[in-house]
């Protein structure tokens, strides 16, 4: 009965109309994912062109704002030049650089410890503290952002980086759930035998459950990085706008084309910075794409 | 369980709330107990904190506990004060009062916000310091029973003296042999062990240490006295290995075994408690006073549920009369740009992974770059595309659509024009996620279904209705409620693409403005911290309502039952 049936279905694979319908659908759908990358790929494209636009005004200055001509009709490297020599940039780029080093290395920490902890361990209070991470989680961040900087400003920590690394690690402790999923899957005999071995709890995840667990270290610790190079709510309460030597790379920009003081001639030395600041998160984030998405998949199904 | 299903709704809230009870009355009836019970050592730690330990010899444990007691006491009574505001028991009087003193051109009033922050502050210190003061009773608890513990030990250990002395005859006449021995002791063992029902542990690990003891007796060939000896050093040994109260050491070094989860989440909730739990605290007291731009350098006061009262029949300012359109427009944008992220993800997904398609990875590449690039780029880079200098209205000049300049966003001239088009620009930032996380359920659907479809006489829109979309709807719908939740609270794509605007009139919120991003301005900008605090209130009530119903009902949650 079955084996008919595939016979019946492979004549009609094999008729020429039927292939013919299937290259035009296929051809279709190769137009519909051109569009569709040119739709996702042009604001970045315009960005980076716009970095290289070195057009004049008539002032014979750099034109700085946004045209509407799609490509550039002078190129050069003149925006990074102005970006180096009239901004703060470098020193915003070695700062973000800093926060999210030290944000990645404590937030990993935190979120691994407080997963295995929740996931592998049994104590008296782990539900309660489940529930109690739960709940608090479900409070909108910026809620405490105002409190936060009181606190800060108590103890004169405003306008300083290890602030911001704080505040940056400070969640890691309730963001647990994909890393939990991760340890969930662990056997549990492997923590059981090496127990009957002798290992103490920390030898344990020291030593046998952190080799293991390359991926969702990997998983964590992208997330926690690129974390800071892309924040500027938290990074903008806490470091202020007024001392410009103590901005990350997304404050640093985004006051320089829209704060306060903003010039208006600057966007083309915004891109330039723009363009700057991606090339190593975009790097990282390719390069590590496998584990994001490995991460990505494995908490949407939780 | 099934049972309990089926009784009255009301009996059932009833037992809950007994449940409840009960399990809030249980700690208090072990504390009052432990007074009761424990030794006079324990009683004196209920009030000198560390006694118990340092009393019997654990010096290092007992001084963590002291000195901790006299920390807090220290800061209770000397109220050191930070910016012209005290801690210790001045901050809970100040909570109160939330301040007093208006003060002058020459002296400094005082700062109704950091009393309130001290005062959250101070109360959660306490809570810690109850928790610590509770482990100090329970640690005298846990050594008393050791020492009891070891006292029916030694009592044990005499009575094995008497018993040696009374077999070493027998041995000494060499009418017994090393088996007799053994038995007889063995037996007497268990026999004191049934009288005292207790120290079965001690038992097997004894009767080891005897054989051993004998039967390197035997081999020797030893004498008698030498015989007796050693077996009552196994004895004595036993017994003062049973009774050792755990040293500092032992204490620190079940930091890395036993009281591990203690290591590991102790960093943790610090930075959760002073980054999260006080300011959420902090907040929450806020929404209960009148701390708002009027109130801005001078003192504020508490004022009960009059802000609630305000936002919720529009009575106040102007500032409460936008709370229901904001939420209204919230839960629009919400609702729609999760439902066209989540099936315009699920189309590409289906477009990429569509078979005969190649380079798969290189499209699922140019798609997840919105992920990988900062959103302060991104979408700074698309708010300026559609400026009206920018290349978008350039295109539609050029095609005659338009004759000049548009505003699409921030600075439009209707409402709508601005919701729409941050609607679709979050299609350009939301489907690449959407379409990450169905590929890799598409991938999983089982193939057999489709089989099972085929021989049916099934097509291509068939089993896409039938099969492919019921499964996905089936798998993602936690991600799809996580996301509807995520939706409301999503900042970064008003507040970069329109601020909010276009603005309304006079008021305090602009057209696109969600909760969160109107609740950003009203602290950031206009200092209205109650009426934020309010809204960060509701939106965390209808975010949590949704969440717990959801995940309630949802299966993953009821296994690990975090939530009952």
């Given amino acids: 009965m079955k084996g008919e049936l595939t016979v019946v279905q492979d004549q009609r694979e094999k008729t020429a109309s039927y292939k013919a319908q299937k290259t035009v659908g296929l051809i279709f759908s190769y137009i519909l994912l051109v569009i569709l990358s040119i739709v996702w790929l042009y604001p970045i494209l315009w960005i980076i062109l716009n970095a290289f636009r070195t057009e004049l005004n008539d002032q014979g200055d750099l034109i700085g704002v946004v045209v509407s001509n799609y490509f550039p009709k002078r190129v050069g490297f003149d925006n990074f030049k102005t970006l180096f020599t009239t901004t703060a940039f470098p020193r915003w780029f070695l700062n973000t650089l800093l926060v999210a080093s030290a944000s990645c290395v404590l937030s990993t920490l935190f979120t691994l410890s407080v997963a295995y902890v929740m996931s592998k361990l049994e104590f008296s209070w782990r539900k309660t503290y489940l529930r109690f991470a739960m709940i608090l989680g479900l409070f909108p961040g910026f809620m405490s952002i105002m409190a936060i900087y009181y606190i800060l400003k108590a103890f004169g920590l405003t306008h300083s980086l290890f602030a911001l690394i704080l505040v940056n690690a400070s969640g890691a402790g309730l963001g647990f759930y994909v890393a939990k999923g991760f340890f969930d899957v662990v056997p549990n005999s492997l923590v059981e035998s090496a127990r009957i071995d002798g290992a103490t709890n920390a030898q344990i995840f020291f030593k046998i459950i952190l080799p293991l667990s390359k991926p969702i270290i990997i998983y964590t610790a992208l997330l926690a990085f690129t974390g800071p190079w892309m924040d500027f709510i938290f990074a903008r309460v806490i470091l202020g706008v007024e001392n410009k030597e103590s901005l990350t790379v997304a404050v640093g920009l985004y006051d320089m084309i829209y704060g306060n003081h903003a010039d208006t001639n600057v966007f083309t030395t915004f891109c330039a910075g723009c363009t700057i600041v991606s090339i190593p998160i975009v790097t990282l984030f390719l390069s590590m794409q496998k584990y994001y998405i490995e991460g990505v998949t494995a908490g949407s199904v939780k | ?564």
Avoid at chain 2, 21 to 44: C, D, E, M, V
Avoid at chain 2, 344 to 367: E, Q
């Fill in chain 2, 1 to 564: 369980m099934e049972r309990a299903a089926k009784k009255p709704f009301f009996h059932r809230v009833g037992a809950w709330f007994a449940r409840l009870g009960k399990s809030i009355a249980k700690p208090f009836k072990r504390f009052g107990l432990r007074f009761k019970n424990g030794s006079i050592y324990t009683k004196i730690s209920y009030l000198l904190m560390g006694f118990g330990n340092i009393s019997r010899g654990q010096i290092g444990k007992g001084l963590v506990f002291f000195l901790i007691q006299v920390a807090f006491i220290l800061l209770m009574v000397l109220c050191p004060t930070i910016n012209n505001t005290p801690l210790g028991y001045k901050a809970y009087i100040n909570i109160v009062t939330l301040g007093t003193n208006e003060g002058d051109a020459f002296t400094h009033g005082d700062n109704s916000t950091l009393m309130l922050l001290f005062g959250v502050m101070m109360i959660i210190l306490t809570f810690v310091f109850i928790a610590v003061y509770v482990a100090n009773t329970r640690s005298s608890e846990k050594t008393d029973q050791i020492v009891k513990k070891g006292e029916t030990i030694y009592e044990y250990r005499s009575d094995m003296h008497l018993l040696v002395e009374q077999y070493s005859e027998k041995l000494s006449h060499l009418s017994l042999n090393k088996e007799e021995v053994l038995a007889g002791l063995v037996s007497r063992t268990d026999q004191l062990i049934e009288e005292n029902r207790r120290l079965p542990d001690f038992r097997d690990k004894y009767v080891e240490n005897l054989k051993n003891a004998l039967e390197k007796l035997e081999k020797e060939d030893a004498s008698v006295d030498v015989a007796k000896k050693e077996i009552l050093k196994v004895v004595d040994q036993e017994a003062k290995e049973l009774i050792a109260l755990p040293a500092f050491k032992d204490d620190l070094h079940s930091l890395l075994d036993g009281q591990f989860h203690m290591t590991m989440m102790v960093p943790a909730i610090l930075m959760i408690v002073i980054f999260t739990l006080l300011p959420t605290t902090f907040m929450i007291c806020v929404a209960f006073t009148n701390y708002d731009a009027a109130h801005q350098g001078t003192l504020f006061d508490w004022t009960g549920f009059a802000t609630f009262v305000q936002i919720f029949n529009g009575s106040g300012t102007e500032i409460s009369k936008m709370f229901f359109p904001v939420l209204g427009w919230t839960m629009i944008w919400a609702f729609i740009a999760t439902f066209t992220n989540y099936f315009l993800g699920i189309f590409l997904a289906l477009l990429i992974n569509k078979k005969g398609i190649k380079a798969k990875v290189l499209w699922r590449t140019v798609f997840i770059m919105t992920i990988a690039l900062p959103q302060f780029i991104t979408l700074l880079a698309v708010r300026n595309i559609l400026s009206n200098r920018g290349p978008i209205n350039q295109l539609l000049i050029n095609l005659g659509i338009i004759s000049s300049g548009v505003e699409f966003l921030g600075m439009a001239t209707s409402g709508l024009t601005a919701r729409i088009t941050v609607l679709i620009i979050n299609l350009w930032i939301g489907v690449p996620y959407t379409m990450l996380q169905t590929s890799g359920i598409l991938m999983n659907i089982p193939k057999d279904l489709y089989e099972a479809a085929t021989i049916d006489g099934a097509n291509k829109w068939q089993m896409f209705r039938s099969i492919t979309f019921p499964y996905i709807i089936f798998v993602t719908t936690p991600y799809l409620i996580s996301s509807f939740v995520g939706n409301i609270t999503s900042f970064n794509i008003i507040y970069l693409l329109t601020g909010g605007g276009p603005n309304n009139p006079g008021y305090y919120a602009g057209k696109t403005d969600l909760l969160v991003t109107w609740l950003y301005k009203l602290t950031m900008d206009q200092m209205e911290y109650n009426t934020a605090a309010v809204i960060s209130i509701m939106t965390f009530i209808i975010t949590a309502t949704i969440t717990l119903i959801f995940y309630s009902k949802s299966k993953a949650f009821n296994e690990e039952d975090s939530f009952q």
